[in-house]
Each structure stands twice: as structure tokens, then as C-alpha cells.
């Protein structure tokens, strides 16, 4: 059985965190507005969970770390955004969080790492291929946390 620590999102001397995962399909605003939204109706703190996939420049380390550092630069921008918007509009005050590696492992982690996380959430596509692909894996690594 995988090491898990007990969630204590609602124990004294801690605060629930809502962990948005946020990447740059179009569904992603709508989580943002809705998580946003339920920490200032139901207090706690919001995180923003970014994940830097590996690229494909493995054997060109120069090219690897400036891919790398672009990626950290546009995070931080779009953080920079969302956070004002955020702190502006709903005083709601946003923590960020950049992990490296795969999606599915880095965010299962993320949330394996932090007991104060008690809600994750994704934003889900609506046609008819269905919720996503980050939606979908997850779903199936589900029953590990």
C-alpha cells in the first residue's frame, strides 16, 4: 500500500487548500473562476499547481534550460494575471506552485506531499471526446490517494 498521510485539511491549525491544476487548455479559466470563487465563499487557500512537462531536447542541455526558463518566465506571467485578477476582484490571494515531470505523477504528488489539500480541481472539456486526457488519467490513479 503506497505511503499516504492523512488529510488534515480540517483539523485546528489548519487551512483546506484547493489545489487548481492549471495548464493552457480553454477549460482552465473556468476553474480558475469557480475555485476563486468557493475560497472566498468558504475560506482556506488557493493554490495554482503549474507542471512543466519534459521536452524532447534531452541530449542539448542549452536548449533544454532555456526551454525551461521560458516556461518558468510565461508561468509566472500568467500567475502575475491571474493572481491581480484574483486579489482585485474576490481579495482572494493565491498561492503558486511550478513542478517539473509528468503531469498525472507531479500533480498525484502534489497532493500526496500537502495534507492540507482538501479539493483538487481540473477543468474538464465538454465535447464529445470526453473530460480530457489530464481529466481522464487522473481519474483512473484516483483510488491511490
Do not use: C
Request: no cysteine; hydrophobic share 40%.
Amino acid at each position: 500500500m503506497a505511503d499516504t498521510k492523512r488529510r488534515q485539511s480540517f483539523e485546528q491549525g489548519h487551512q483546506r487548500k484547493l489545489l487548481v491544476v492549471v495548464d493552457e487548455t480553454p477549460e482552465v479559466e473556468s476553474a480558475l473562476i469557480f475555485a476563486a470563487h468557493r475560497i472566498r465563499r468558504t475560506g482556506g487557500k488557493l493554490v495554482l499547481l503549474y507542471v512543466i512537462e519534459p521536452q524532447e531536447f534531452q541530449h542539448w542541455m542549452g536548449v533544454k534550460e532555456l526551454m525551461r526558463a521560458e516556461a518558468r518566465e510565461r508561468i509566472e506571467a500568467h500567475f502575475g494575471v491571474f493572481a491581480k485578477w484574483m486579489r482585485d476582484k474576490l481579495n482572494v490571494n493565491p498561492e503558486l506552485i511550478i513542478r517539473e515531470g509528468d503531469p498525472v505523477a507531479e500533480i498525484l504528488s502534489q497532493v500526496r506531499e500537502d495534507p492540507e489539500v482538501g479539493v483538487l480541481v481540473l477543468g474538464a472539456g465538454t465535447d464529445r471526446s470526453g473530460p480530457g486526457p489530464l481529466v481522464t488519467q487522473l481519474t483512473k490513479s484516483a483510488g491511490s490517494l
